[in-house]
Each structure stands twice: as structure tokens, then as C-alpha cells.
């Protein structure tokens, strides 16, 4: 189970590091960052082939999306100098605390 949790960990850091270099493409007109993107998306893609096996489609969906859209917030933040308002930091905390719950209970059936 741990080794599905680390795929799952790697995919979701492909696809951040993949949608990190959006901006850097410049619309797909950049060859090096366009190539590492497809590379980071197959990438993502691929280990998530290996998680969607032994843990429920949702958890995995749920796991990936919202901890990929609070690592890129913060990323976006610092990188690219985007704005976070106190309600976004609160959502985003609001994410994290929901994917958690999602994976502590996921294995129980109410």
C-alpha cells in the first residue's frame, strides 16, 4: 500500500511540475518546455495507471486534484508572484484537510 501512496505522491508531483511549465511555453511555441510538459503529463498519467488499480478511482482523483491545485497555488505564489487572498489560503487548507479525511476513511464503509 505504502508503494501505491509513493506512485500516487510521484504523479501528482509530475503533474505539477508539468503545469508549472504552462507559462513557460508560451503557448506551446518554446520546443525544451513544451517537450518536458508532455513528459511530465505522460509521466503523471502513467504512475496513476499503477494507483487507479488498488485504491477506488475517486480517492485517487480526489488526492490528485486537490493536493495538485494547493501545490501549484503555493508555487504560483512563489514563483510567479500570483496573489493568494486569505480566503484562497483558506480553501486551499480546507482541500488539503478534505483529501485527508477522504484517505483516513476511505477503507471504511458507513
Do not use: D
Not at 35 to 63: D, M
Request: positive net charge; aromatic residues 18%.
Amino acid at each position: 500500500m505504502i508503494k501505491t501512496y509513493v506512485f500516487l505522491i510521484g504523479a501528482i508531483f509530475f503533474e505539477v511540475a508539468g503545469t508549472m511549465l504552462l507559462p513557460v511555453t508560451k503557448n506551446f511555441t518554446k520546443l525544451f518546455p513544451t517537450v518536458a510538459l508532455a513528459i511530465f503529463y505522460l509521466s503523471a498519467f502513467y504512475l496513476l495507471t499503477f494507483v487507479v488499480n488498488k485504491l477506488p478511482l475517486s480517492i485517487v482523483y480526489a488526492t490528485w486534484s486537490g493536493l495538485g491545485i494547493f501545490t501549484i497555488a503555493i508555487l504560483g505564489y512563489i514563483f510567479y508572484k500570483q496573489a493568494l487572498s486569505w480566503q484562497a489560503i483558506l480553501g486551499m487548507f480546507l482541500i488539503v484537510a478534505g483529501v485527508t479525511l477522504v484517505n483516513i476513511y476511505s477503507g471504511r464503509i458507513v
